[in-house]
């Protein structure tokens, strides 16, 4: 785990480069191994990543990649996410954003459209900043529903402050999701960063309300480069708060939404988490019984024959049925 978040704060190399590397050396620790090697002005440090993994321990904060969720290989995306909260399959999925000041014209839109989802059984994501964030989290907690928030801070870190409640909340029932370790304050890039994500993760995304500019628009945005269906909630023509998400119907940028008669699928992608490959439990039970019910998790990827990615994609669903448990680097049987 060391070796990951190394490499994810590793500066002078993009993210491109930085996955072409692991796709040639097989793995983190090979990476490192690899530039250790190359004699590359580069930070080879591990002692700020050990830090950080202890404090995620500490926290009850761990770290998957995004391949972990089912999520393509978009350009850009982070190496590694840093999670808190209810870990399950996410199911559909459903994007609500908007402007942080919105009417309540777009509260009331976004709770009701929120509420429905979740009684469909969707999952909700969103940004957890004021406005149609909060309200759609809200929402899909009332009804008993999950909601992922992504935040442009590290997950230990409340912003903003006012949203302490409902972060606790989200935590309790939901997850809070972020490409930022614990400790880190965000800052005015961190926070439309983090838009891609909710892109990425939404099956579709809904902008309710949005100004001319704004974190919603760099979403849709997003979403419709990867493919996603994008809607918007209309509004009226004299409304700051609608010039936004009038413009994008205006302009075929995304689909009218109307929640009294459009009632759209989410099943444009399964985000179901990934299943071991036949054959696998018995195997890396076996090893882990041998070696008095713990191994570290890179002899364990060796003698399976797999990289770290690939061990650690196969044992999500051994861990979330409480078969295996991973503290640091070391794999342990339960």
Request: hydrophobic fraction near 40%; proline fraction near 5%; include cysteine.
């Amino acid at each position: 785990m060391v070796y990951k978040i190394w490499l994810s704060m590793l500066k002078g190399k993009t993210s491109a480069q930085k996955m072409q590397l692991l796709r040639e050396c097989g793995g983190f620790a090979e990476t490192y191994a690899r530039l250790r090697e190359s004699g590359e002005n580069i930070d080879l440090d591990l002692e700020k990543a050990k830090k950080i993994e202890q404090d995620c321990y500490r926290k009850g904060i761990w770290i998957l990649s995004c391949r972990e969720f089912g999520i393509p290989s978009y350009p850009g995306l982070p190496l590694i996410l840093y999670c808190r909260g209810e870990l399950k399959p996410f199911g559909e999925t459903f994007g609500i954003v908007g402007t942080r000041l919105c009417t309540e014209y777009g509260k009331k839109m976004t709770v009701e459209i929120a509420e429905e989802l979740a009684e469909r059984g969707i999952t909700i994501i969103s940004g957890m900043a004021k406005g149609v964030d909060g309200y759609a989290h809200s929402a899909a907690i009332r009804k008993n529903g999950y909601t992922v928030a992504f935040f442009g801070n590290g997950p230990d870190i409340c912003f903003p402050s006012e949203h302490r409640s409902l972060m606790d909340a989200i935590i309790n029932t939901g997850l809070i999701i972020s490409e930022y370790p614990p400790g880190f304050h965000g800052n005015a890039s961190t926070y439309p960063q983090r838009n891609r994500l909710i892109a990425a993760f939404s099956d579709s995304v809904l902008v309710v309300e949005s100004r001319s500019k704004g974190g919603a628009l760099i979403t849709a945005a997003k979403a419709r480069e990867y493919g996603k269906k994008v809607y918007a909630v209309p509004g009226r023509l004299d409304s700051r708060e609608s010039e936004g998400t009038n413009r994008l119907i205006a302009e075929n940028k995304a689909e009218l939404w109307l929640p009294s008669l459009h009632r759209p699928s989410c099943s444009q992608l399964s985000f179901d988490l990934p299943k071991p490959d036949p054959g696998f439990d018995p195997m890396v039970l076996k090893l882990l019984k041998q070696h008095d019910g713990h191994m570290a998790a890179e002899d364990l990827a060796k003698a399976m024959g797999l990289t770290l990615a690939s061990l650690f994609n196969e044992m999500m669903e051994l861990e979330l049925n409480d078969v295996i448990k991973t503290e640091g680097d070391i794999v342990w049987l339960l």
